[in-house]
């Protein structure tokens, strides 16, 4: 080839992985804060959906598990604001580091723990990824993107934390079937100690000046808050409290009714974490364009469909067509989460992302004990309980928010 032959090729190489870096909003600090939720997604789901069987093979029984299930809420919530304090006062960088440094004790704790109360502690450090650096990697996007491909921006984050849902139950549920329960989930966890190396090592390269802006205080930050923001707020509380109430029984309605196996279990959260990502792309590029409230209304309804669907399944077949459905709640949840950032002040945008999932995850966290005790009634009792609340939260997004304040 000659040389104004390789440079036309390299010319038109260029160009391509420019349009797809454009298509894709692959900026710089998205991409490695969000390189750092695959690495660290991609331990946590080894293991994650297996809790609830590990706690019961150190001795707990369904209460103490819908016990855990309201704490794992409540540090979500306590967790929120803090972590968006902390990213908009350390700078995005420095409070991701804190924040992995924090979850992977409680990854050790969890790893060593002889009997189901030490669990908590584990979760007590363990949240300060999943719940800690939530806002802060909502404000990388939203500090790096322009409003108009924010949607694209979360859909990014949003599939390469979903990507190791698809893979990782798989192998969790491999090593599970051949050593156990314990041995398995405590594999597991040791995997997910050496990823969280690689994922602080990502985050060193991560580069955002802290944005400066007038001093402001929770109470504050709570007046920063649009109308329509808060409107959303009161329609996500509804549906995570629908969430809540099943979300930590699946696996033993599936495991100990349906009469799956743990393996079959890790493949259908495979197949719904799949369907997420295969839906993530054309929805966001469709609500950049035409606005956001139809698709936060397609999420809401699969979420109240979801745990109907998965009491109403009969067999493996059946519980995949539920699990697809399962996957398609996350068809609106970019549109969502770009809401929340339009709408904060940018040197309040990570305190704003923590102050709202702090009042929504403390408001949901008795949901998952409530569906303790409605599983005593009869295990489908909390599914169906579930899909009424979720329709619920549905009417009131679709009444109360209006289009123009969506997208």
């Not at 979500?76 to 440094?101: E, K, N, S």
Request: one cysteine or more; hydrophobic letters at 55%; proline letters at 5%.
């Amino acid at each position: 080839m000659t040389a104004s032959g390789e440079q036309e090729l390299a010319r038109v190489v260029g160009t391509r992985r420019a349009r797809i870096i454009d298509y894709l909003s692959l900026e710089r600090n998205v991409t490695l804060a969000s390189a750092a939720v695959f690495l660290l997604g991609m331990g946590e789901e080894l293991w994650k959906k297996f809790l609830p069987k590990y706690m019961e093979s150190l001795g707990a029984g369904t209460l103490a598990v819908g016990l855990f299930g309201t704490a794992k809420d409540f540090f979500d919530a306590v967790y929120q604001y803090p972590g968006g304090w902390l990213a908009d006062h350390l700078g995005r960088r420095r409070a991701f580091l804190t924040f992995i440094a924090l979850a992977s004790v409680g990854y050790l704790v969890y790893m060593l723990s002889p009997s189901w109360p030490f669990l908590f502690v584990g979760l007590a450090f363990s949240m300060a990824w999943h719940s800690m650096a939530s806002p802060a990697v909502f404000a990388v996007i939203a500090d790096s993107l322009p409003k108009e491909r924010r949607a694209m921006g979360f859909t990014l984050q949003s599939m390469l934390k979903r990507v190791p849902m698809v893979v990782a139950p798989l192998v969790g549920g491999a090593l599970i079937a051949r050593y156990g329960v314990p041995v398995g989930v405590r594999t597991s966890l040791a995997l997910t100690l050496v990823l969280a190396v690689f994922a602080a090592a990502t985050v060193l390269s991560i580069n955002i000046p802290v944005a400066v802006g007038a001093p402001a205080n929770i109470r504050g930050v709570w007046r920063s808050f649009h109308t329509a923001l808060k409107r959303l707020l009161v329609s996500d509380i509804i549906i995570r409290a629908c969430e809540g109430l099943s979300e930590v029984f699946i696996i033993l309605y599936v495991t100990n009714v349906t009469g799956v196996s743990v393996a079959q279990y890790g493949a259908l959260v495979a197949v719904q974490m799949a369907t997420a990502v295969l839906v993530y792309i054309p929805a966001a590029r469709v609500a950049d364009r035409v606005g956001r409230k139809p698709f936060v209304i397609a999420t809401f309804i699969c979420f109240s469909l979801f745990p109907v669907a998965v009491v109403l399944a009969n067999s493996f077949a059946t519980l995949v067509a539920a699990f697809i459905v399962g996957g398609l709640r996350e068809i609106g949840e970019p549109s969502r989460k770009a809401m929340i950032v339009d709408s904060a002040d940018p040197h309040l945008r990570a305190r704003t992302v923590g102050l709202y999932y702090l009042i929504r995850s403390l408001t949901i966290a008795p949901a998952a004990l409530a569906g303790g005790l409605l599983w005593k009634i009869a295990p489908l009792t909390p599914f169906v309980a579930a899909g009424v609340i979720g329709i619920i939260g549905t009417i009131v997004f679709a009444a109360t928010v209006e289009e123009r304040h969506a997208g």
